[in-house]
């Protein structure tokens, strides 16, 4: 993976002061303006799970919902400055998604106090990444994918890049990599797919990312999600029209 700072950067702190006081959107139209509360309770430096489950726009559960999931939304500075998000390649013998690039993360388990306290531990299951190095900021609105299950961004900034060595559980992560941000906010590597489910066309995109060995493709739900976090980041529309599907914006599952 690409190496950083040691520390948080000026960049990233001002960064995690921001994005404390968004508030998630019930409902979104294609490319909305993000939308900050200036007047919500700041979120605190969390160096502990327990203490990252004090956002209060994170909704609450104490049990199982098969159709609930959280990823993480892990960013870091790069070398040169730019904003980097963690990435997997799913292994190739799992029964769902196999091959394909994701955020880490998975379905709510029972004893998960919440939406946090499931991508912090799904991350530190697939890719070991220690929970206590992340600074989580806040949760992005639910994206629902055609099979009812509703998946719930959360945002955090890895605190130490050095202090991460990424491990992947063999079982279900085939590669890590990370990817800068900005990416999925340009018309650039990028293709798409215009298709139809139940009468509404829409359209899925395809960002190429080359490594050394080969390259990435981020699509659907993921590039989704990233392309909604990269408008709220950088606090612009992407170069390119959404037209993402509607029921990706399905509430109350």
């Not at 999931?69 to 196999?98: D, M, Q, Y």
């Not at 060595?165 to 990370?178: G, L, R």
Request: hydrophobic fraction near 35%; aromatic fraction near 6%; glycine fraction near 6%.
């Amino acid at each position: 993976m690409d190496s950083s700072r040691v520390e948080t950067s000026q960049k990233l702190s001002e960064l995690a002061e921001r994005l404390r006081r968004y508030q998630p959107l019930n409902h979104y139209s294609q490319n909305p303006e993000p939308r900050i509360n200036d007047h919500s309770e700041i979120l605190q430096r969390k160096d502990s799970i327990s203490e990252g489950m004090e956002n209060p726009n994170i909704s609450q559960t104490s049990k199982v919902k098969s159709n609930k999931a959280a990823v993480l939304i892990c960013l870091f500075e790069g070398s040169s400055g730019e904003i980097r998000v963690i990435l997997t390649k799913r292994s190739s013998t799992l029964s769902s998604h196999p091959g394909e690039v994701a955020l880490p993360g998975g379905k709510v388990e029972e004893g998960d106090a919440n939406d946090v306290e499931t991508a912090l531990r799904e991350a530190n299951e697939e890719i070991g990444l220690d929970p206590s190095l992340v600074n989580v900021v806040t949760v992005l609105e639910s994206f629902t994918n055609k099979r009812g299950i509703s998946v719930v961004p959360v945002i955090g900034i890895l605190k130490d890049r050095k202090a991460f060595v990424p491990m992947a559980n063999s079982a279900e992560v085939e590669a890590i990599f990370d990817a800068p941000l900005e990416m999925f906010l340009k018309d650039e590597n990028r293709r798409q797919v215009e298709l139809e489910w139940m009468g509404e066309e829409y359209v899925l995109h395809f960002f190429d990312h080359e490594v050394e060995d080969g390259t990435f493709v981020i699509w659907a739900l993921t590039a989704g999600i990233l392309i909604r976090a990269a408008s709220i980041i950088y606090q612009r529309p992407p170069a390119f029209q959404e037209r993402r599907p509607t029921f990706w914006s399905r509430s109350g599952l």
